[in-house]
């Protein structure tokens, strides 16, 4: 068992950073994939940011240039650094861990609320 536990979400303005945190704990296997998956009222989950273990990264197409995914050196906390926020970014999100194998299951965070708004 993975347990992850946002923190970091807020009220910005339009143009305003935010940095959410995750920490994992529990049975951590390497190698994994930890990041970041968001969910807007009205609309479908999807894929922010993701970085493995193994330190390749992946970005949406509308977050490529404003946000930054990392993880510490123990690897059990990935960030999310975001910058220049916009109202579309407006959604709740959730961390989320994958062992990478055969055979893995998902594991997701309780969520955190990124609101941004003038």
């Known amino acids: 068992q993975v347990q992850l536990v946002e923190s970091g979400g807020g009220l910005v303005q339009p143009g305003g950073s935010l940095r959410l945190s995750c920490a994992a704990s529990?049975?951590?296997?390497?190698?994994?994939?930890m990041g970041w998956y968001r969910q807007a009222p009205g609309k479908q989950r999807e894929v922010v940011a993701t970085?493995?273990?193994?330190?390749?990264?992946y970005y949406a197409d509308s977050t490529k240039g404003r946000f930054t995914v990392s993880r510490d050196n123990a690897k059990n906390t990935v960030y999310l650094q975001m910058n220049n926020l916009e109202p579309e970014d407006t959604a709740v999100y959730y961390c989320?861990?994958?062992?990478?194998?055969?055979?893995?299951?998902?594991?997701w965070g309780q969520g955190t609320q990124v609101t941004v708004s003038s």
């Open positions: 529990g049975s951590i296997s390497h190698p994994n994939v």
């Open positions: 989320y861990y994958r062992r990478i194998a055969v055979q893995s299951n998902d594991y």
């Open positions: 970085r493995t273990s193994t330190r390749n990264t």
